[in-house]
């Protein structure tokens, strides 16, 4: 049996990004050879609509552009993913960077102004939490080439 591997529905593709767009990389799926993905989109589980207004963390909180607290939603579709990586035992997770729910190491500032400032998104944060293993996508090709997988 594969092991299971956590992916950023959007970087395989899903129109569930704030715009409707995606950040499609066909690096992640050459992983399928050793992996199982589960897509999952922490905001969609959150309850949030698909195109919605960007959101940013600030001081541990995740605003709207406009001003709007939308923490609630954006914890709810962290334990929503994080509860579906236990039921299927996945030990590593690969997230899309820069997001305030997927993002692992950098995430925007909070200004709205493509700044980056050191943190996690509130997903990659809680599955850190939870000793699952959390990549970002740029990291993939690093990823391929430790398995030796080759096109
Ligand atoms: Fe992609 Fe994560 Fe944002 Fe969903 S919450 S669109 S999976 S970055």
Do not use: W
């Amino acid at each position: 049996m594969k092991t299971k591997l956590i992916v950023s529905a959007c970087l395989l593709g899903e129109n569930c990004k704030y715009n409707g767009g995606n950040n499609y990389n066909s690096d992640i799926l050459k992983l399928k050879t050793f992996f199982e993905l589960i897509p999952v989109c922490p905001e969609a589980f959150g309850g949030l609509e698909i195109p919605r207004e960007p959101c940013e963390i600030r001081e541990r909180r995740v605003y709207s552009k406009s001003g709007e607290d939308f923490t609630s939603e954006f914890e709810r579709g962290a334990e929503h993913t994080l509860y579906i990586a236990k039921e299927c035992n996945a030990p590593v997770a690969i997230l899309k960077e820069n997001s305030p729910s997927c993002g692992c190491g950098k995430i925007y500032d909070g200004s709205f102004s493509g700044r980056l400032c050191d943190g996690n998104g509130i997903t990659a944060q809680l599955l850190l939490d939870n000793d699952i293993a959390v990549f970002g996508d740029s990291r993939v090709k690093k990823l391929i080439e430790l398995y030796g997988i080759y096109d």
